[in-house]
């Protein structure tokens, strides 16, 4: 296809705007899946994803648009990732397409991750068309949220397009808008050598590895031997195509378009999104810039609830892995849990979907431990260590000082709520930077340490907004601060997956709520059993648990056999999710339960 009648872009949108029926609704007029296999949400392909209605890799479709200049248009879209876990692979795959439809709800307006992701369309030089969605509804007030996008956001929005991708008014208008508002690629020359830049890697079960590509200079085709220019890897294509959203073998990709190879690769590691692409035979002299690989920033342990599922979970983990590069995983032993997982996350909602997968796909009950954020840890002997494990903290005579990764969050909440959330972030140490308004919204910029954040940061403001706040960050880099391991002991013995790095000045109140949420998560015993947070051999915080009055056994006795052997199976059942310390049991979900804070 010629440069000026491609079209190639993405959809921007704060989560629950609409991105995902628009992108439905265009695929739709376009009749580019013919309506018996309509289905809701196509470019969604995970069940996961489907259901908890955020997209994790980049997906691509292309439409055909006959244009009202009497042209048909090729329209390339790339469904990004929409969670601020995911901004990596966000900013690259927004470098592959030239501009952004800019979707808001006219009935909320401008939220955080609206402006987080349009800041990325707008750092890769996209043009960009706001889109107000749900005009369908009483509420919309698009005039309102004109005035947002021009005051918050800082562009025009008198030409906004306002639709329904619900009830399909004005997607004839955003397609219009596609064509004539947004620029075609940048010319790209056939003849060069071959420059095409890797978006987006999936593992598919028949197919290998479908890397998803965008082609700068020279064409990809069949049986090129190709190159990765950062990874390294050498690869022969056997397949080249595009997404419809089905996929469909084409002889070629040339410049300016967008599509899929497959070659024989065996593992989605292997490829790095932001590489250049090139061939073996005669190369681009200049790779692409600003290629990085993600780094896992949170970390928690997982175990198998039931210690003979540790070989199951050893292979779900391994497949997890093929599709999903930037999770990695070690195993780890602990005196408590026994054999588990040291898993990294980008980020807390990465997490839930690995640890739900696992669950949910894998049938494997785990249990979690706390997540932590990897703290670097300067020793006397002048060493950094890399903190993955508050367990493998050396003694605090060792230690010179810590440092912890701070971020910028940046907050949009009804004005009635300002109050509340000022106090969790001033609770959870943070430094107020801005304060602004957006209307009836306050805008809310805080400098957070990410410990703060990792655990339950994010459903603590959900409650005291009622849900109307929205909340996102980007990671500012490390910090010093007054940062100790709290261990806890449960009868005298440390449980290992209880450890926690605290700053100093919170240590107490923070081990007297892990110890008071203990005494009501631990069942009582036949014998007293006290529960202690310390820091070094100091113990900061103590509770007992008294003993059991009554044995509960005890009224079986002489009972019927069929009660008795009920009650059995009932305690053995329930003996599953518990853990055994020493003497004491605990059942799986404290070590969740016992962290959060009211
Ligand atoms: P994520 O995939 O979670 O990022 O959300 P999204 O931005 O893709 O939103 P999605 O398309 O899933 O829409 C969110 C909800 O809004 C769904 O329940 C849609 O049915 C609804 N919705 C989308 N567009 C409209 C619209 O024009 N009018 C009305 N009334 N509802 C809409």
Request: proline fraction near 5%.
């Amino acid at each position: 296809t010629e440069l000026a009648y491609i079209r190639n872009f993405s959809i921007v949108a704060h989560i629950d705007h609409g991105k995902s029926t628009l992108a439905d609704r265009l695929i739709q007029l376009t009749g580019t899946v013919a309506e018996r296999d309509m289905k809701d949400q196509l470019l969604d392909a995970m069940d996961i994803e489907r259901e908890r209605g955020i997209t994790i890799k980049a997906n691509t479709v292309r439409i055909e648009y006959p244009a009202k200049d009497g042209n048909t248009y090729v329209l390339n879209l790339i469904d990004t990732p929409g969670h601020v876990d995911f901004s990596y692979e966000v900013s690259r795959s927004m470098q592959a397409v030239e501009g952004s439809l800019l979707v808001v709800d006219a009935t909320q307006g401008v939220e955080a991750q609206t402006l987080a992701n349009v800041y990325t369309a707008i750092d890769a030089d996209h043009e960009i068309v706001p889109v107000l969605n749900k005009v369908d509804l009483p509420a919309a007030d698009c005039a309102r949220v004109r005035e947002q996008i021009e005051d918050v956001i800082g562009i025009e929005a008198d030409n906004a397009v306002e639709i329904s991708a619900k009830t399909g008014i004005g997607i004839p208008d955003v397609l219009e808008a596609i064509v004539q508002r947004l620029p075609p690629p940048q010319e790209g020359d056939r003849n060069a050598p071959l420059k095409a830049m890797l978006v987006d890697s999936k593992y598919d079960p028949y197919l290998g590895v479908v890397v998803i590509v965008r082609v700068i200079d020279g064409v990809l085709r069949k049986g090129q031997r190709i190159r990765m220019m950062k990874s390294g890897g050498t690869y022969d294509i056997d397949r080249v195509g595009i997404y419809r959203p089905a996929m469909e073998n084409v002889d070629e990709l040339g410049p300016g378009e967008i599509g899929y190879i497959t070659a024989q690769i065996k593992q989605v590691r292997d490829t790095r999104v932001g590489d250049t692409i090139t061939t073996e035979k005669s190369p681009t002299p200049k790779a692409l810039p600003g290629f990085k690989p993600s780094v896992p920033v949170v970390f928690c342990g997982l175990f198998p609830v039931d210690t003979n599922d540790f070989e199951d979970m050893r292979d779900a983990i391994e497949k997890l892995a093929l599709n999903d590069a930037s999770f990695t995983f070690e195993m780890e032993t602990s005196a408590a849990l026994g054999f588990g997982f040291r898993c990294g996350f980008l980020g807390l909602l990465h997490l839930e979907v690995i640890r739900d997968r696992l669950e949910r796909e894998y049938n494997i009950e785990l249990i979690t431990t706390a997540p932590s954020v990897v703290f670097k840890v300067h020793t006397r002997d002048g060493a950094v260590m890399d903190l993955h494990n508050p367990a493998d903290m050396p003694d605090p005579g060792l230690v010179e000082r810590v440092e912890e990764p701070r971020i910028k969050a940046t907050i949009l909440v009804p004005d009635e709520y300002l109050g509340d959330v000022l106090k969790l972030c001033q609770e959870r140490r943070g430094i107020q930077e801005d304060l602004t308004y957006a209307g009836s919204r306050a805008m809310v910029v805080y400098d957070l340490p990410l410990a703060e954040v990792v655990f339950d940061f994010y459903d603590r403001l959900k409650s005291v907004t009622k849900g109307y706040a929205s909340f996102d960050y980007y990671i500012l880099g490390y910090r010093e601060d007054n940062l100790v391991r709290m261990s806890i002991l449960v009868n005298d013995e440390p449980v290992d997956a209880l450890a926690m790095m605290v700053h100093r000045d919170r240590a107490e109140m923070r081990g007297r709520a892990m110890c008071e949420k203990l005494k009501e998560l631990i069942p009582r015993h036949m014998f007293k059993i006290p529960i202690q947070a310390a820091i070094g051999g100091r113990v900061i915080a103590r509770e007992t648990l008294s003993a059991m009055r009554k044995d509960v056994t005890a009224k079986c006795y002489g009972g019927d056999a069929t009660r008795k052997r009920k009650l059995l199976e009932k305690q053995k059942a329930g003996k599953k999710k518990m853990r055994q310390f020493g003497k004491v049991e605990i059942p799986q979900e404290a070590f969740i339960n016992a962290l959060k804070m009211d």
